[in-house]
């Protein structure tokens, strides 16, 4: 069974890859960059972010939304890299200053963001175990029933008791 440390490192990989690749995309486009479906680099670009986001998920999370900005901000460096390995590409590998800027606007942003759905999650993780534990157990009997009659072998009657009810005598009998 995974634990909820793991789920989180898998959750934080999965937000760190596909939003390095998203910011990726966006700010290619909104620095002057061509970006069409149909392009090799954007195959590039997915298996760049997807390695990206495994790294990131194998990784154990240490130092909260410092961390996230440096997995993110490497992440788009690679996404970068990799939107820019198109042969036909119109502008160098460097970044123009819009570009740039919305890599930095992209970072801390995206870190805060990842960094509270973290939290959120590692919240619903807790509820539901403790929905499911409170579910899970068996409410106690109320009352327990206490029975007067013995459980053991009874005791033989009396000879008296017996004997009173037969026997010959009573009224005599008329003919």
């Known amino acids: 069974m995974r634990t909820s440390a793991e789920a989180t490192a898998r959750l934080r990989g999965a937000f760190v890859g596909s939003a390095s690749g998203a910011v990726s995309i966006a700010a290619h486009a909104i620095g002057g960059g061509v970006v069409?479906?149909?392009?090799?680099?954007i195959g590039l670009l997915i298996a760049a972010c997807t390695v990206v986001g495994v790294v990131v998920g194998a990784?154990?999370?240490r130092?909260?939304?410092a961390e996230v900005m440096v997995l993110l901000a490497i992440g788009q460096a690679v996404g970068h890299v990799a939107l820019t390995m198109l042969p036909g590409h119109h502008h160098s590998a460097g970044?123009?200053?819009v570009m740039l800027a919305a890599h930095l606007v992209a970072v801390p942003v995206g870190a805060i963001l990842i960094r509270g759905a973290e939290i959120g999650f590692g919240k619903v993780v807790s509820a539901a175990n403790r929905a499911v534990r409170v579910l899970s157990t068996r409410p106690a009997a109320p009352f327990v029933f206490h029975y007067a009659v013995p459980v053991g072998p009874l005791t033989a009657p009396?000879?008296?008791l017996f004997?009173?009810?037969?026997?010959?005598?009573g009224p005599p009998l008329h003919r």
Not at 36 to 41: A, E, L, V, W
């Open 59 to 61: 990784r154990r999370p």
């Open 158 to 160: 009396r000879r008296l």
């Open 36 to 41: 069409s479906p149909g392009q090799s680099s």
């Open 163 to 169: 004997s009173s009810g037969f026997g010959l005598r």
């Open 95 to 97: 970044m123009t200053s």
């Open 63 to 65: 130092f909260g939304v």
